[in-house]
């Protein structure tokens, strides 16, 4: 029975929203829908008094009441005022099914309605639409003022907004009323409607098409701050939606007229615009330039350091991160403090904040190697090294490689900041990730040289478990940009002599050997071709130069001297003597100096044929090549004939002074005789004129072979009648040698100096 009431109750809600659909689409009236409705069912009562009629009357009454009720609970703004409604419902927890259908209804009836008024404002709009356009177009600028608010009154409304926009004689009017017009009210009212228009892909057609974008751009000069609003707010609806806006844009000059908006102080504005200036400078170096020419960068860094409104600081980020990668922009970034104003935002809560930040100031970095005051963002990067967002360890390790590099305040900062430790930890967890293994290495690889604390830092990778983990990245397959860090990383601890034995314990000499063998057989292999010993942007003859270098600094310690010449080094040392290259022929030199210190290693270097380029290489203009060819060949002289001392004597005198011939005239003139050319004649203050480090070095060389052969085997005549008379100038030589051999830029240990001044004295 209950059943049957409820599919009743529901076929009498149906029919009555039926009649109300059919009278809202043919009379379109409140008044006319209420009186139907109210007239549908006669059943009209004041009050209902329930409580003094017997069940089987209360029955009756809901039975007669029910279209009263269906039609209470579903427009309720049919029910006279003052009318009493009988409810079925018992459970206030539970709705009725009437209640169910009361929702949905009320959702219809207001979708019937604006259906309606959308309707009539379309073809009300779609009617004044002629009208209106003659009067934008009107010479009294009174009758174009009051045309052009009706006109932004209809663009607040979407039908009429829409009739509008599909009128191109309506948009041109607009425009053309915008570009003559003196009147700022009039400008203001239709730069709203270009505004109202922007928001449909439709009304940003009509405005492209119409010439739009040029009178828009002129409005940017605007003094009124709601039409510059309203101007760079189109705009940037254009430039995200609309094809061709961009170059529509930078056409009239936009970019000229935004770049000084930079300098407005409401923030909501000068994020549009940095937006602006990001879509129109992405990709287009051009427009870079203009932004560089009209002052953009310290406008851009100004914000960045000024304001803290989230999404300014993003924008404008963006459009930092984009003009960071040109080369005209990035160092002007740097100079306005673009890399301390950056380096503020990067603890924030804003990730995609943080993000822009980091990458901006890895890609600036590189420019910014000289600059002062980034103590604090040195803390912060070496802080970020904790992360694990890969992004992020790949900018902060970066930033780090790129800052550290040649800058000596930095290296100590990052090395004081617990920087070794972290970068060892990041390189322990980042795997297989070669973005970050990379800088990370590269970053290290600066710490440990040049600077107060490279001891520090160089200790600090042994005591940190870093050795093992770096010598592992020799492990094949080679990835070239992190082996070329590595092996010049290697290098920098083998400077330590604590290092030597866990490098030789971490098996680096055979991986450096192996390298370099491959290294020099692909270089070999692709001789004639400069551009393929490139492999991953590496060029082979830089492995070649670093593993040499490596294993002549590893050479120091005499076991590890013993295990590199053992593995048949010395051949392939010999042969790169040979080499087009100047890097490659001092290293390659530097190492046989090192091992020919053993008798052993000696004779196999002379059996290799050493000595023929040797001698060559004696008269080689780079200083370094020819200081340790000179060695070399002192060292593997020891044990030959007195001729052959001779000539070599000879060979390293006539190097020494080719570009003095008056020095040279003077080997053979006593009493001063061979030292006394070498050292030149003492100032009058106890000093020695300044040959360059090379003079010093041979000079050295050759005293110490000298003086020590003195008790006979092999002294040359001119030595022997001048000794009494040089040893005074050799004692004062070798103090002045003894100064330069302290210095950082001395190429040659003091060990040389001692070890002359030790012969002397005895």
Known sequence: ???????????????????????????????????????????????????????????????????????????????????????????????????????????????????????????????AIPELTKLLNDEDQVVVNKAAMIVNQLTRKEASRRALMQSPQMVAAVVRAMQNTSDMETTRATASILHNLSHQREGLLAIFKSGGIPALVRMLSSPMDSVLFYA??????????????????????????????????????????????????????????????????????????????????????????????????????????????????????SQRLTQNCLWTLRNLSDAATKQDGMENLLQVLVGLLSSDDINMLTCATGILSNLTCNNTRNKTQVTQSNGVEALIHTILRAGSKQDVIEPAVCALRHLTSRHPEAETAQNAVRMYYGIPAIVKLLNQPYYW????????????????????????????????????????????????????????????????EGSTGALQIMARDPVNKVTIASMDTIPLFVQLLYSPLDNVKRVAAGALCELALDKQSAEIIDSEGACAPLMELLHSSNEGIATYAAAVLFRISEDKNPDYKKRVSVELTHSLFKHDPAAWEMVSLPPGGFPCCILGTQHHDGTWPSRGWLVYRLSLTMIWQLISSITGSYVSNDYMLCRDHNIMQIANFLQCCLVQSSMDTAPWDIKDTMACIWTVCN
């Open 481 to 544: 940009p992190v082996i070329k860090a590595v092996v010049g990383l290697i290098r920098n601890l083998a400077l330590c002599p604590a290092n030597q034995t866990p490098l030789r314990d971490a098996e680096a000499i055979p991986k450096l050997v192996t390298l370099l063998t491959k290294a020099h057989q692909d270089a070999q292999k692709h001789g004639s071709s400069a551009q393929q010993t490139y492999q991953d942007g590496v060029k082979m003859e830089e492995i070649v």
């Open 232 to 349: 760079i707010t189109t705009l940037h609806n254009l430039l995200l939606h609309q094809e061709g806006a961009k170059m529509a844009v930078r056409l009239a000059d936009g970019l000229q007229r935004m770049v000084p908006l930079l300098k407005k102080s409401n923030q909501k504005f000068l994020a549009i615009t940095t937006d602006c200036l990001q879509l129109l400078s992405y990709g287009n170096q051009e427009s870079k330039l203009i932004i560089l020419a009209n002052g953009g960068p310290e406008g851009l860094v100004n914000i960045m350091r000024t304001y803290s409104y989230e999404k300014l600081l993003w924008t404008t980020s963006r459009v930092l991160k984009v003009l960071s990668v040109c080369p005209s922009n990035k160092p002007a970034i740097v100079d306005a403090g673009g890399m301390q104003a950056l380096g503020k935002h990067l603890n924030g809560s």
């Open 1 to 127: 029975m209950e059943e049957r009431k409820e599919k009743g109750a529901e076929k009498g809600a149906i029919i009555v929203l039926s009649r109300l659909l059919y009278f809202h689409y043919h009379w379109r009236t409140k008044s006319k829908l209420k009186l139907f409705l109210i007239n549908s069912n006669p059943l009209r009562e004041n009050s209902l008094n329930c409580s003094s009629l017997s069940p089987i009357d209360v029955e009756s009454q809901y039975n007669m009441t029910r279209a009263q009720r269906i039609r209470a609970a579903m427009f309720p703004e049919t029910v006279m005022e003052g009318t009493a409604v009988l409810s079925t419902q018992m459970d206030l927890s539970q709705q009725t099914n009437v209640q169910k259908l009361a929702e949905p209804s009320q959702q219809l009836k207001a979708a019937i309605i604006h259906l309606i008024n959308y309707q009539d404002d379309a073809e009300l709009a779609t009617r």
